[in-house]
C-alpha cells in the first residue's frame, strides 16, 4: 500500500493542513460536526450500519489517514494473491512473451514483450509460462489479416521456417486467414479473421479441449480429447510470416471478452482494483456533494456540475484520496480497468464534449493533487488504453463504440497541460496516434450490420461496347429503378454514420492545430507540426529497408483527409481575421520552403538534382534573387563522403537509428503492439547469445523525447517576428507580397503533400479493386443468366450447375456491393474527392510559383510535380465512376494549368531526375489521350504549345524517344489512313465474342497541334532534316528488331519437342511491333502535313529523305507479304502475348505513306515520288498488289499464286507446331488462309481509301513497266561501290573518290570523312560518266 508510483524512491507532497492542535474546535473552514459529517458521508464505512450513525465518532482530517488505511484494508487478505503460486499454471508473472529461448526464426517483439512481428519465412515464439490444469484463457489482438497459426504447444514442440504451432503432434493452432485448425493435419473452422479483431484462445485441461472465439463469438469446439497428464503442459504460442503482426493480452490488462469459469494467465491485481474502485467511489462521493456552511448541512448534487473552486475543505479531502489513488494510476490494468470505463461513463449521457466540463475539472485535480510523473504515466497508459480500445472494436451500423471512445480522447484533449503533454512525449512518440483517425473498413458485412443498414443491394447490369458501366443506362427497368435507388439511400444512411466519427477525428486535430494556447508555453500547433515532420520523415527514410516502421497505408489515407479539413478550416479562420491573405481555395505553398533550409526535406529529391550540388551551383542565383548567402563552409563540408560520415553519426545519435542483432530498433513499429510505437527487440535463432536481458517491468518507464533539430525550432522559427520572415525568408522578387497564411500552415500542407506522395495515392489504387471486383461479378453473373435462358428444357444437369453459378454469383454481389457502400463512404466520396482535387490545386499553384523564380525552381522537391500527375490520375481513374470531374470548381481551368505544366516541364533543362522525365512524359501521353484533356492542352498559350511542340520533334537520339512518338501517333490517331478504330481490327474478326480485348481510346486527333508541327517542320529545315532522320534510324532499328525476333520465335515453334516461348519475349516482339507500327504513323503524318520535306528537293536533304522512307517501306512490305513468310507464319499461331501483330496495323500505315506521295500530290511530287520508289532495288511490284489480294485484276494472276503456294505452307507448319496450329486455322475457317486485302475490312477503311489505293497499284503497273522498258543494262563499273544498287553520281572533294548521291548524304549527316581514303571531304559534286568515244 505504501508503494508510490509502482516502487519508485520520490516522494509526495504533504497535503495535510490542520493537523495541528492550535484549532481545537474548528478547523478554520467549517465547523467540527459539519466536517466529521461530510467525512463520514464521503468515506462511508462497510461496517456501520445507518441505525448507529449516530452514535459514530466524530472524524476530522488529524484521523482521516488512519481512518482511510483502515476502510481500505477491510477485506484485505493478509498475503497478497499475486504472489502465491495458482494450482495448474507454472512459469513467472508477469506473463510475457519468452524473447530468451523459446522462439524460432527472426521476429521484432516490443519493448513490453507483449507485441510481435514476423520477420522471416514462418517465425515462431511462446509464453513464459504454462499451464496442466483448469481453464485458462488469452487474447491476441489481430494488427495484420495474414498467415498465422495462434493457440498452445508444449515444451516438446520444436519448431523450423516451414512448422509452426499447429504442425506437430503437440500443438494446436487456429489460423483465420485460410480459416483452418490445425493440428498437424488440417480442416476448415471458424470464420476470417481481419486486423482490428481479437481472437480468444481457451483450453480446458480438466475436458480435454480447445476452443476459439473471435470478437467474444464461440467459433465451436476446434479440438478434443487433446493429451494431458503428467510431464504434459501447455504454452500459448504463435507461428506468423513475413511482416504479420499480433499483440498479446495474457491479463496484463482486462480481457476484452472474457469466458465465464476461464481465468486468464496473468492474475488480475485483485487488491489493488479493490483498492481503486473504493477510491474511485470516495471521489464520486466527493463530486456529488457540496457543503452548505449557512444552513451547516450537506447538500446532494450533479456531479457533472462539480467545479474546482479551491474549497480546503474539499481540496484536503482529496488529497487523502489521492495520496492513496495516485500510485494505483501508473499502473495499465487499472487505468483501463477503473479510470477509462469512469470517464467514458461521464459522456455516455451524449452530447457534445463541450458539454461536459467534469473531465476538464478532473483533468485539473490530476495535475493539482499527483506528481508529474504519476499524472505523466496516467495519461500515457490512458491513451494507450483508448488507442488499443478504438482500433479493437467491432464495426457495428452506428459505430457507437468508436464514437464513444473518441469523444472521450477529444475530451482529454481540451485539457490544455494534458495535451501540450501528450503531444510533446506520448502521441507520435510513444503511441501511434494516427491510428484515431483511421475508419476500418469491415470484412465481414454480416457481422457490421450492413444488412441491416443497406438491406437491398444493387450493381451495374449495362454494360457498353468497352465493357464499362453505363451511367444512365436508358433500357433500366422500373425494378432495377427502385433496387438501385433504394440502395443509394442506404448508402447515404451509411455516409452520415461514418461522418459523425470523421468530424470528432477533425475536432481532435483542430485542438492538436490551435495556436492561441500559449499560457503554459508554446503552442499545441508548433508542437504538433514538429511532431508531424517528424513522422513524415520516419515514414520516408525507412521506405523499403524497414517495412514495420512505416504507417500503414490505409491510415495513412484517412489522416491525410481529417488533416486537410482540419488545416483548411484553420487556414480560413485566419483568412476572416486577415482579409488581405489568401483564401484556402487559393493554397500553394511558397517557394522560400525549398530553398532556405528553414524546412527539412531529408533525402528527398530535388528537381535539380541533389541539394548539395545545388546550393554549389546556384549560390549566385540565391544571393543575388532571394537575399540568401551560402555558408562557404557548409558548401565544402558536403562532399559526399561527409554525407555518408554523417549518415553513420546520425544513426548513432537519433534513437530511431537500427542497431545491430539482439540490439533496440527503436522505430515505431507499425505493424506489431497495437498501440507501442517504441522500441522492438530483434529476436534471431542464430543470434540468442547477443541478446540483453529483459530489464523489470514494474518501475513505470519515464518517456523520453527524441531530440531533432526539427524538434529544436520555435514558434519564432516558424511564424516569424520584427521583420524576421520565419519559413518564408528569402522571398523572391517575382513572389507578390501579398500574406499567404500562418507560416506553420504552409508547412504542414507541404507535409500533406508528402504524404500524398509516400503511399496515399497506391493505396487509393488499391482500394479500386473492390469496384473491379463488382464488374467483373456482374459480368459473369449477366452472362449465367443468358445461359440459363438459352439452356435446353431436357439438359437439368446442365441448368442445376449454372443455377449453381448463378447463386454464388448472387451472394457474393451481395456482400461485395455493400462493402463497395463502405469504401465509397470512407474512401471515394464526392468529400474525399473534393480534398485530392484541392491538393492537386495546391501543387499546381505551387509548381507555377516555383517556376516563376526561374533558376531557383531546381530547388523545388520532385514530389510536388508527382502529387500533380498522381493526384488527377486518381481523380480520373479512382473516383470517377461514382462522381463526375466535371463537377468539381473550376475543373476546366484546373485541367488547363496542369497541360500547362505538363507541356512546359516534360523538357525542361532545369529538372535532371530521369525517372521525372519520364513521368511527366508518361503523363503529356495520357493527357492526349483524351477529349477533355487534349482540349485543355490546346487552350494553353501559343507560345507554350509551340514550344511543347519544338521538344516533341527534338531528334530522337539520345533520349526515351519512345513517349515521345506516342504523344505524336495520338495527336494524328483518326486523321490517318484506315486509323479510326477503337479495337484492333484484326482481333475482332478472329475473336469477336471475345468481351475483354485490348481496348483504345476513341480517336481524338488535334488539328491545332498538326499545325504547329508542320510550321516548325516547313519553316526549320534543320531541325525537319535531323528530325525525319532520327525517325527513320528508329523505324530501321524498330523493325529489325521485330523481324530478328519472330525469327526466333519460329524456330522454336518448328523444333519437334516441345518448347514454349519465353514470355518476356514474347511482350518485347509486341512491343517492337507496336514501336514500328507509331513509327510509320509518324511518317505518315509528316508525309501528310508537310510533304515538301520529302518532295521539294531545293530543300538541301529532300531527296534523301525520300530515298531512306522508299527503301524502308520497301523492306517492310517484302516482309511481311512476300510469299511462304515468317511473318503469315508467326501470326498464324496466334500465341498470347502477340494479339496485336497482324497484317492490318503495318500494312495500313505503309499504305497511308504511299497513297499520300503517290495519289495526293501535285504532278512533280508524285513523279519523283515514283522513281525514287521504282529505283530502290528492293520495290517489288506484287508487293503493292498483296495490298488489294484476290479481289484487284490487275493482281488477280499473282495473288491466285500467291495463295495457291501459301496454303502448304499453313498445312506443314500446322504438321510441325503440334496443338496451337490446326485449331487457330480451323477456328478462323478459310478466309483465315487467304491473303491479307483490304477489301475485307470495309468497316475500317473507307471507299475513297480504297480507291486511292487501286490508283495507286495501276499508276505503279504503268511506271513499272515504262522504268523496265526505259532502263539500260547498267555495267558493273558504273555502280555505285558502297550500295551496288545505284549508279554513280557524286563525286567527293578533294580527294575524287565517287559513289551514288543517297550513300554520301547519308553518310555526310553523321561523318565528315571519305569512305576509302578517310581525308575530310569539303564538297560534293555531280559526276556524269563522260561519253564513249
Given amino acids: 500500500m505504501s508503494s508510490k508510483g509502482g516502487g519508485t524512491a520520490l516522494t509526495r507532497r504533504n497535503y495535510r493542513l490542520s493537523s495541528d492542535t492550535d484549532k481545537p474546535k474548528a478547523t478554520g473552514i467549517v465547523n467540527e460536526k459539519l466536517l466529521s459529517d461530510y467525512l463520514h458521508h464521503v468515506f462511508p464505512s462497510t461496517k456501520q450500519g445507518p441505525a448507529v450513525a449516530s452514535l459514530r465518532k466524530p472524524l476530522g482530517f488529524q484521523d482521516l489517514g488512519s481512518h482511510l488505511e483502515s476502510l481500505l484494508s477491510e477485506g484485505e487478505p493478509i498475503e497478497d ?80 521456417q516451414e512448422e509452426g504451432v499447429g504442425d506437430t503432434p503437440d500443438s494446436y493452432a487456429y489460423d483465420g486467414n485460410r480459416v483452418r485448425k490445425w493440428n498437424v493435419t488440417t480442416t476448415n473452422y471458424g470464420k476470417s479473421w481481419a486486423a482490428g479483431d481479437i481472437v480468444s484462445c481457451l483450453i480446458d485441461l480438466d475436458e480435454g479441449t480447445i476452443t476459439f472465439c473471435l470478437n467474444g463469438q464461440s467459433l465451436g469446439t476446434a479440438f478434443t480429447d487433446i493429451k494431458t497428464g503428467p510431464g504434459v503442459a501447455y504454452f500459448p504460442a504463435i507461428s506468423l510470416s513475413f511482416k504479420e503482426s499480433v499483440a498479446f493480452n495474457f491479463g496484463s490488462r482486462p480481457l476484452r471478452y472474457p469466458v465465464e469459469g476461464y481465468l486468464p494467465l496473468q492474475n488480475p491485481p485483485a487488491s489493488e482494483l479493490t483498492k481503486a474502485h473504493k477510491l474511485l467511489g470516495y471521489i464520486k462521493n466527493v463530486l456529488c456533494t457540496a457543503i452548505d456552511v449557512q444552513d451547516d448541512r450537506l447538500v446532494q448534487k450533479d456531479c457533472s456540475l462539480w467545479r474546482l473552486h479551491g474549497e480546503p475543505t474539499i481540496l484536503i479531502t482529496l488529497a487523502h484520496i489521492f495520496n492513496h489513488f495516485a500510485p494505483l494510476m501508473c499502473k495499465v490494468y487499472l487505468v483501463e480497468d477503473v479510470l477509462m470505463n469512469f470517464l467514458l461513463g461521464i459522456l455516455e449521457g451524449g452530447g457534445s464534449v463541450d458539454e461536459h466540463p467534469l473531465i476538464q475539472q478532473l483533468m485539473d485535480l490530476f495535475w493539482l493533487l499527483m506528481e508529474d510523473y504519476e499524472v505523466n504515466e496516467c495519461l500515457k497508459q490512458l491513451m494507450m488504453s483508448l488507442l488499443r480500445a478504438y482500433r479493437f472494436s467491432p464495426i457495428i451500423p452506428d459505430l457507437g463504440f468508436q464514437i464513444h471512445y473518441l469523444r472521450l480522447t477529444t475530451a482529454i484533449l481540451h485539457h490544455e497541460k494534458s495535451r501540450k503533454y501528450l503531444l510533446n512525449n506520448v502521441l507520435f512518440d510513444v503511441l501511434r496516434s494516427v491510428v ?438 486518381a481523380l480520373k481513374n479512382y473516383f470517377s465512376p461514382a462522381n463526375s470531374m466535371d463537377e468539381l470548381p473550376g475543373y476546366e481551368e484546373t485541367l488547363a494549368k496542369l497541360a500547362a505544366i505538363l507541356a512546359k516541364h ?80 484484326h482481333l475482332l474478326k478472329t475473336k469477336p465474342e471475345d468481351a475483354n480485348l485490348p481496348s483504345l481510346q476513341k480517336p481524338c486527333p488535334s488539328l491545332l497541334l498538326q499545325r504547329h508541327m508542320a510550321e516548325l517542320l516547313s519553316m526549320d529545315k534543320d531541325m525537319a532534316a535531323s528530325f525525319l532522320n532520327s525517325v527513320l534510324n528508329q523505324l530501321n532499328w524498330a523493325f529489325s528488331e521485330f523481324i530478328g525476333m519472330i525469327q526466333e520465335i519460329q524456330q522454336a515453334a518448328e523444333r519437334p519437342e516441345r518448347n514454349f516461348v519465353d514470355t518476356r519475349q514474347l511482350k518485347v516482339c509486341a512491343t517492337c511491333f507496336d514501336l514500328s507500327v507509331s513509327l510509320l504513323r509518324v511518317l505518315e503524318m509528316t508525309v501528310t502535313l508537310v510533304p515538301e520535306i520529302f518532295l521539294d528537293w531545293s530543300r538541301p536533304s529532300a531527296e534523301l529523305l525520300l530515298r531512306r522512307l522508299a527503301q524502308l517501306l520497301n523492306q517492310v512490305l517484302n516482309r511481311v507479304t512476300a510469299e511462304k513468310n515468317l511473318f503469315d507464319r508467326v501470326v498464324n499461331l496466334r500465341l498470347p502475348g502477340l494479339e496485336s501483330v497482324d497484317h492490318y496495323p503495318i500494312l495500313v500505315a505503309v499504305t497511308g505513306i504511299l497513297v499520300r506521295i503517290l495519289v495526293d500530290g501535285d504532278r512533280q511530287g508524285i513523279s519523283r515520288a515514283a522513281s525514287v520508289l521504282l529505283s530502290d532495288p528492293c520495290f517489288q511490284l506484287h508487293s503493292i498488289q498483296h495490298l488489294l489480294g484476290e479481289g484487284v485484276e490487275p493482281s488477280s494472276s499473282s495473288a491466285g499464286a500467291a495463295t495457291s503456294t501459301a496454303r502448304p505452307v499453313v498445312g506443314s507448319l500446322g504438321s510441325s507446331v503440334a496443338p496451337p496450329i490446326p485449331s487457330a486455322a480451323g477456328n478462323s475457317g478459310s478466309s483465315e488462309r487467304k491473303h491479307f486485302s483490304l477489301h475485307a475490312y470495309t468497316d475500317y477503311i473507307s471507299e475513297e481509301e480504297k480507291h486511292k489505293v487501286e490508283l495507286m497499284l495501276t499508276f505503279l503497273t504503268e511506271e513499272s513497266k515504262q522504268a523496265a522498258a526505259s532502263t539500260a543494262p547498267t555495267c558493273e563499273e558504273d555502280l555505285c561501290p558502297i550500295c551496288y544498287a545505284h549508279s554513280i553520281s557524286a563525286v567527293f572533294k578533294p580527294c575524287s573518290h565517287k559513289s551514288c548521291k543517297a550513300c554520301i548524304n547519308q553518310h555526310l549527316m553523321n561523318n565528315k570523312d571519305c569512305f576509302f581514303c578517310k581525308a575530310t571531304i569539303t564538297g560534293v559534286e555531280d559526276y556524269s560518266k563522260p561519253a564513249t568515244s
Fill in 436 to 873: 484515431f483517425f483511421y475508419i476500418k473498413t469491415p470484412l465481414r458485412v454480416k457481422e457490421a450490420g450492413l444488412e441491416e443498414l443497406i438491406p437491398t443491394t444493387w450493381w451495374p447490369t449495362h454494360f457498353d461496347k468497352e465493357g464499362k458501366d453505363e451511367r444512365e443506362p436508358k433500357d433500366e427497368s422500373a425494378d432495377e429503378r427502385l433496387r438501385r435507388r433504394a440502395y443509394e439511400r442506404g448508402c447515404q444512411r451509411l455516409k452520415k454514420r461514418i461522418e459523425v466519427v470523421e468530424e470528432l477525428q477533425v475536432q481532435i486535430l483542430r485542438l492538436l492545430l490551435n495556436n492561441k494556447d500559449k499560457s503554459t508555453g508554446e503552442a499545441s500547433r508548433y508542437i504538433f507540426l514538429n511532431k508531424f515532420r517528424k513522422f513524415l520523415q520516419e515514414n520516408a527514410s525507412n521506405r523499403g529497408q524497414h517495412p514495420t516502421a512505416l504507417c500503414p497505408p490505409e491510415y495513412m489515407v484517412c489522416f491525410l483527409h481529417r488533416l486537410i479539413t482540419a488545416v483548411r478550416t484553420c487556414w480560413d479562420e485566419g483568412n476572416r481575421k486577415n482579409p488581405g491573405s489568401v483564401r484556402s481555395e487559393e493554397a500553394y505553398v511558397p517557394p522560400q520552403l525549398f530553398y532556405n533550409g528553414k524546412v527539412d526535406y531529408f533525402d528527398l529529391q530535388r528537381l535539380g538534382g541533389l541539394l548539395s550540388h545545388l546550393k554549389k551551383t546556384l549560390k549566385d542565383d540565391l544571393a543575388s534573387k532571394a537575399n540568401i548567402i551560402i555558408d562557404p563552409a557548409e558548401i565544402q563540408s558536403t562532399s559526399m563522403d561527409d554525407l555518408d560520415e554523417d549518415e553513420e553519426s546520425g544513426a548513432a545519435q537519433r534513437p530511431f537509428g537500427a542497431a545491430a542483432m539482439g540490439g533496440a530498433l527503436a522505430r515505431p513499429s507499425w505493424l506489431s503492439s497495437p498501440t507501442l510505437g517504441r522500441a522492438n527487440r530483434f529476436l534471431s535463432t542464430a543470434a540468442v547469445s547477443l541478446m540483453t536481458p529483459r530489464r523489470p517491468l514494474s518501475q513505470p518507464e519515464k518517456v523520453k523525447v527524441r531530440t531533432l533539430t526539427v524538434e529544436q525550432r520555435t514558434e519564432e522559427d516558424i511564424e516569424g517576428s520584427h521583420g524576421n520572415d520565419g519559413l518564408l525568408l528569402g522571398r523572391p522578387h517575382e513572389e507578390p507580397e501579398q500574406p499567404v497564411a500562418d507560416k506553420s500552415l504552409l508547412e504542414i500542407v507541404d507535409g500533406i503533400v508528402m504524404m500524398y506522395n509516400l503511399s496515399v495515392h497506391q493505396q487509393l489504387g488499391k482500394m479500386v479493386v473492390v469496384a473491379d471486383d463488382v464488374h467483373e461479378y456482374a459480368v459473369a453473373l449477366k452472362d449465367t443468366d443468358e445461359k440459363i435462358a438459352r439452356c435446353p428444357a431436357r439438359r437439368a444437369d446442365i441448368l442445376e450447375e449454372l443455377q449453381k453459378s448463378q447463386k454464388v454469383f448472387s451472394e457474393k454481389l451481395n456482400h461485395l456491393s455493400r462493402r463497395l457502400a463502405w469504401i465509397n463512404a470512407t474512401i471515394y466520396s464526392k468529400e474525399k474527392m473534393l480534398d485530392v482535387y484541392w491538393l492537386l490545386c495546391v501543387c499546381i499553384r505551387t509548381i507555377e510559383h516555383a517556376d516563376n523564380t526561374s533558376s531557383l525552381f531546381a530547388f523545388a522537391p520532385e514530389f510536388y510535380l508527382n502529387v500533380a500527375m498522381n493526384a488527377y490520375s
Fill in 906 to 985: 516534360f523538357a525542361d533543362p532545369r529538372i535532371v531526375g530521369t525517372d521525372i522525365k519520364d513521368s511527366l512524359m508518361q503523363a503529356l501521353a495520357s493527357y492526349v489521350c483524351y477529349p477533355q484533356s487534349l482540349r485543355a492542352v490546346e487552350r494553353i498559350p501559343e507560345e507554350q504549345r509551340v514550344a511543347m511542340m519544338r521538344n516533341l520533334l527534338a531528334p530522337y537520339e539520345q533520349r526515351p524517344w519512345a513517349q515521345t512518338n506516342w504523344i505524336l501517333v495520338r495527336l494524328w490517331r483518326g486523321c490517318g489512313f484506315g486509323y479510326r478504330y477503337t479495337r484492333l481490327p
Fill in 81 to 160: 494473491s499475486k504472489d502465491q503460486p495458482v494450482e495448474g499454471r507454472l512459469g513467472p508473472q508477469p506473463v510475457v512473451l519468452d524473447h530468451t529461448s523459446g522462439f524460432e526464426g527472426l521476429l521484432f517483439v516490443d519493448d513490453d514483450l507483449l507485441g510481435v512481428i514476423g520477420h522471416s519465412n514462418f517465425s515462431s515464439i511462446r509464453a513464459t509460462t504454462c499451464v496442466y490444469k483448469g481453464k485458462w484463457a488469452y487474447e491476441v489482438l489481430i494488427s495484420s489479416q495474414g498467415l498465422m497459426q495462434i493457440g498452445w504447444c508444449t515444451l516438446n514442440c520444436r519448431f523450423n
